[in-house]
């Protein structure tokens, strides 16, 4: 069986407490160290608020280059799809001419 801790007495208690408070009172923050930090925060939102309009404005810049590119590949398409077009309509006008004439000299012969 253990037996029970002595009670500390009153100024045993109060050096303990003084101990603590010397120690934990000089790793608390001052009225000044808090408006640094505040100014700091301030500062660093400041800067950060820059840095997003940079972005933006970078991003709106990559975005319009994208859209010509696009529309410049658009553009080729277009013509190649016409050019394309164009070749088989010519082709195929041939055939339909060289059909008729065929059918032209095969109705001599009926």
Do not use: C, H, W
Not at 68 to 73: E, L, M, P, R, T
Not at 88 to 104: C, H, P, Y
């Amino acid at each position: 069986m253990t037996t029970p801790p002595t009670p500390l007495t009153l100024e045993e208690r109060v050096t303990i407490l003084e101990t603590r408070l010397e120690t934990v009172l000089p790793t608390l923050a001052t009225k000044e160290d808090i408006a640094e930090t505040k100014a700091d925060i301030a500062r660093l939102e400041g800067k950060i608020d820059a840095m997003g309009e940079q972005l933006s404005g970078r991003i709106d810049a990559m975005g319009e280059q994208l859209n010509g590119k696009i529309d410049a590949v658009d553009a080729r398409l277009d013509a190649k799809i016409d050019a394309i077009s164009n070749r088989l309509l010519i082709r195929f006008s041939g055939i339909a001419i060289a059909a008729m004439g065929i059918g032209i000299a095969a109705a001599k012969y009926l």
